[in-house]
């Protein structure tokens, strides 16, 4: 079994201030994880993904984040936030051999980005 | 390389109709599923297709079915549409045996059920 929860449902911060989005997860397996960043009435973009290689994961737009297996989380984060980075974000899991494809996603994290 | 293309974009059914969703995948793909997304949630996995069967199914009812052709395009088709029905549609692509999966998603269909 697997599921995913992102601890905030809104995050707001100013323009070039950092970025945290919280992200705790839970697998049977060990675990592949996404990032996904959804902009309004658009589909999914994918931000970044951690496939058991190297824990600290760098993504598109200066996003990176953190596989911490002990904590069971992959946190989200952005030195300098940037207007366009107002969107919704989904931390997704995927795990074992079984649910390949199978994405669960989280329930999502909009973020606000005031000047 | 061809992203994953979905049509049409937006579609309005009456209750009880019937609807077909559409899904290019991207080149090189050889996997689809298919999510959907209610206003304000995450998406929700339906089903996924691989070498035209279907491979895992989410909590859907079977009036949510789907096929897979030759060239791995897909059909995501509705009977009886009820009212919650209405939701944004995702399809995502993805090519399976690889060492690190990556699923590449469509912008979607917006099914409205009035």
């Known amino acids: 079994a697997q599921s995913v929860t992102q601890l905030d449902s809104h995050v707001s911060v100013s323009e070039g201030t950092p970025v945290l989005l919280r992200c705790n997860y839970s697998s049977s397996y060990s675990p592949s994880l996404f990032w996904y960043v959804q902009h309004p009435n658009k589909g999914l973009q994918l931000l970044l993904k951690y496939t058991s290689a190297a824990t600290l994961v760098k993504g598109i737009n200066g996003f990176e984040a953190e596989f911490k297996k002990s904590e069971t989380s992959f946190h989200l984060t952005k030195p300098s936030a940037h207007m366009s980075d107002a969107a919704e974000y989904f931390c997704?899991?995927?795990?074992?051999?079984?649910?390949?494809?199978?994405?669960?996603f989280g329930a999502g994290t909009q973020v606000v980005v005031t000047p | 390389e061809t992203g994953v293309t979905q049509s049409p974009t937006h579609l309005i059914k009456t209750r009880g109709q019937q609807v077909t969703l559409r899904c290019s995948s991207q080149?090189?793909?050889?996997?689809v599923s298919w999510y959907q997304q209610a206003l304000g949630q995450g998406p929700q996995f339906i089903f996924q297709?691989?070498?035209?069967?279907?491979?895992g199914r989410g909590n859907f009812p079977p009036r949510f079915s789907g096929l897979q052709f030759p060239n791995y395009s897909s059909e995501l088709n509705v009977n009886a549409l009820e009212l919650d029905d209405s939701a944004l549609y995702l399809c995502a692509s993805s090519l399976v045996g690889t060492a690190s999966v990556s699923y590449t998603f469509g912008s979607g269909t917006r099914l409205t059920v009035v």
């Open positions: 297709y691989y070498r035209e069967e279907e491979n």
């Open positions: 997704v899991v995927s795990s074992g051999y079984d649910s390949w494809g199978k994405l669960q």
């Open positions: 080149s090189g793909h050889n996997t």
